[in-house]
């Protein structure tokens, strides 16, 4: 049976593999072999020098050497059929036909079940269901892998079929990853490269890790298990052979991107944030896959990797800081919202959608230890996050960031010449911070108290506009518009009321208020002090003067036409007061799209 498969014999005709064209003549080969071992085993008792022995050690030689073909065979034709993604997505390796035997029984009629020492089978299969032709030919191709690889290693071959095992399907890793775009950028080419190129390699880096870990190296992984399962030492050298390299390799991108300091800034924050999120979430399969001694390597660099961009984070959230401090731009015209705080709080919210990689990043590193102030400055009671010390780390540090904000903003306000413009500002920007936070992730991070108490101070700063801008007109008119005064003092009243009303008027024209239901809420807060009491006056004093005088003159305006005016302020142009130059922070930024 052996010398009729000897290759030699063969060597002027086209290979024909045995475990394609003739499977049953396959499963005497490999049984033939378990026999010629037994009798190896037997001869080397009797005596090392013994003729059949020799003759035996000729036939394992030409045995071997068509097995080691039809291994090689077998791997390169089956690449399609034994691609990761097939493998991977097995419900069980338990479930696999992991003999090719099983695939016999359907063939070739009834026989006597070999009792010969070969390695142990699994157990019988429960009742077959229905797959598909892919997965039929997948799991033929396992199982015959699976098969010859028993024989190999039974027989004490077991290197030469990993030495063929490792030189197919380390090069399809390799290729794979190619296609992948993963490649091998060091830091200083990073920091050489146009943050859009780099950019996109991040994003293909994001796409190919989960495919790699899922799919590819997980594949890999089963498929090793179950073709060497015989031998779970060598099933573990083998894939760790294959994969080693190409997954340290993997992982040395994002701690690459973390050591480039020279290109990191406040808007690639959002980027190393992916890179750590990918590794993290990643994490458990990479521990499954990885799971052996001598893959520890490839642990490592990903620990690595989380270790580099974590202090890329923090070095970037301080530069983000800083950027606040120092900003220097022109304070908008009509008291809006400042880019500043545009940019500022897509920032944070944005930062607020990364809050389970930030917690880890930034816990070692508490915000209490850098500033003077109360560490309950920084904590709501109604935050949310409990006794989470990781989330009320991240909880402190967007309280901060928002404070260094305000604090600048505060300087801002200062800047204008009008008191009342200065509060309009505060209050815009401020409702502005509090919208953005209610509205969004960070509303359960800062927690409802803390909403609460800024919110207040936004009308605080409302109250005081309204007290700076309109107090002139509101005292203009008598505590009682009701009172007996002669026409004289009431016409000195009209007069003053209106020179008050008109100089507000043209200066608060121009001022803005972009929230809809803040202009809304301040626009009848100012109705309610002016219009009740001129109408009063109004109504008590007009008929004190006749038109033989001049009415018009003195009586300029009927109550509707000052709720018409004050319908008309905090509108301004379309951009007035926001679209301010603001070179610090380009609005090419992707924080500046859907926000």
Known sequence: MIRKWDLDAHRHEKFSPLFVDDRAEAKRFIEAIDGLRRAMHYYVKLTSGHENLVRAQNLMQIAIKRLEKEFYFSLSANRKNLDSESVSGRSSRA???TSVSDFYDDEASEEEESSTATPPRTPPRSPPQEISEADRASEIAMADLKSIADCMIASGYGKECVRIYKLIRKSIIDETLYYLGVGNLNSSQMQKMEWNVLEA????????VKVAVKTLFTGERILCD?????????????????????AVNLFSFPENFGKSKKILSPEKLFRALDLYEAICDLWPEIEAVFSHDSLSAVKSEATAALVKLGEAVRTMLAQFEAAIQKDSSKIPTGGGVHPL???????LVFLGDYSGALSDIIADSPVG????????????????????SSAASITARLAWLILVLLCKLDGKAVLYNDVALSYLFLANNLNYVVSKIRNSNLGLLMGADWIWKNRSKVN?????????????????LPEDPTAEITPEEAKERFTRFYLGFEEAYRKQVSW???????????????AKKIVPGYRAFYRMHRGNFNRDIGIESIVRYAPEDLDNYLSDLFFAAAGTGTSVSYGSYPESSSLYRGR
């Open 369 to 388: 230890s850098q500033t003077p102030l109360p560490e309950s400055y920084f904590l709501s009671p109604t935050s949310g996050v409990g006794d989470d």
């Open 341 to 347: 705080t545009r940019y500022v709080m897509n920032f």
């Open 95 to 97: 479930s696999a036909r």
């Open 460 to 476: 605080q700063y409302m109250a005081n506009y309204e007290r700076m801008g309109w107090s002139k007109v509101i005292s203009s």
């Open 512 to 526: 803005v208020i972009p929230d809809p239901k803040l202009r809304d809420e301040v626009k009848v807060a100012l």
């Open 201 to 208: 390699k991040i994003k293909s880096w994001l796409h190919a």
């Open 226 to 246: 179950i073709v060497f399962s015989s031998s779970e030492k060598i099933a573990e050298s083998c894939f760790a052979e294959i994969s080693r390299d190409a």
